[in-house]
T-cell receptor, first 112, second 114 residues
Framework: AQSVTQLGSHVSVSEGALVLLRCNYSSSVPPYLFWYVQYPNQGLQLLLKYTSAATLVKGINGFEAEFKKSETSFHLTKPSAHMSDAAEYFCAVSLTGNQFYFGTGTSLTVIP | DADVTQTPRNRITKTGKRIMLECSQTKGHDRMYWYRQDPGLGLRLIYYSFDVKDINKGEISDGYSVSRQAQAKFSLSLESAIPNQTALYFC?????????????FGPGTRLLVL
């Protein structure tokens, strides 16, 4: 069974600094990979997804993620954090597209 | 108007009571899901349905049941609520299989079981 691990349940960055949120998956076959964001008191919304078309995936709000098969990773980055990026971020994997497995989430705090 | 709606948004109930959480969607999607979110545990799948006649158990279905009344409606029931079912519940929908399967989430129902 596939699973996903998010390292760091809480990450703090200064406004304008690089954001790096880590996600590793375990699967013998490259899965479909997703990053979702959850703002306070809201449901999750898609940031970006890996569909095997390109290893570097660009998403909304300036976020991007790179699929690295050799490292079984799909880390999320943003060059310059903004206050509005404060939220909880979830990595998710799906092997067949029939079910999703979510990571435990990383809460991002942006310090002014 | 929101594409995926959940009612109620907040609910307080007592141990042993039966409650139902409802989900409706206007996206025209065939697939619907129920998740629960607990701090530090992320989202865990309770049940999912790929069409009106298809219901499948997820990772944590014990203590829950579902009903797919129509393509647009998917309800989650707790037959006899217990305190450890206190959580945030999300409904989600998706259009189809494969790499296209982005899930669209409702705003959540916050449930407290006393």
């Amino acid at each position: 069974a596939q699973s996903v691990t998010q390292l760091g349940s809480h990450v703090s960055v200064s406004e304008g600094a690089l954001v790096l949120l880590r996600c590793n998956y375990s699967s013998s076959v490259p899965p479909y990979l997703f990053w979702y964001v959850q703002y306070p008191n809201q449901g999750l919304q898609l940031l970006l997804k890996y569909t095997s078309a390109a290893t570097l995936v660009k998403g909304i709000n300036g976020f991007e993620a790179e699929f690295k098969k050799s490292e079984t990773s799909f880390h999320l980055t943003k060059p310059s954090a903004h206050m509005s990026d404060a939220a909880e971020y979830f990595c998710a994997v799906s092997l067949t597209g029939n079910q999703f497995y979510f990571g435990t989430g990383t809460s991002l705090t942006v310090i002014p | 108007d929101a594409d995926v709606t959940q009612t109620p948004r907040n609910r307080i109930t007592k141990t042993g009571k039966r409650i139902m959480l409802e989900c409706s969607q206007t996206k025209g999607h065939d697939r619907m899901y129920w998740y629960r979110q607990d701090p530090g545990l992320g989202l865990r799948l309770i049940y999912y349905s790929f069409d009106v006649k298809d219901i499948n158990k997820g990772e944590i279905s014990d203590g829950y049941s579902v009903s797919r009344q129509a393509q647009a409606k998917f309800s989650l029931s707790l037959e006899s609520a217990i305190p450890n079912q206190t959580a945030l519940y999300f409904c989600a929908t998706s259009a189809g299989g494969g790499y296209q399967e982005t899930q669209y989430f409702g705003p959540g129902t916050r449930l407290l079981v006393l």
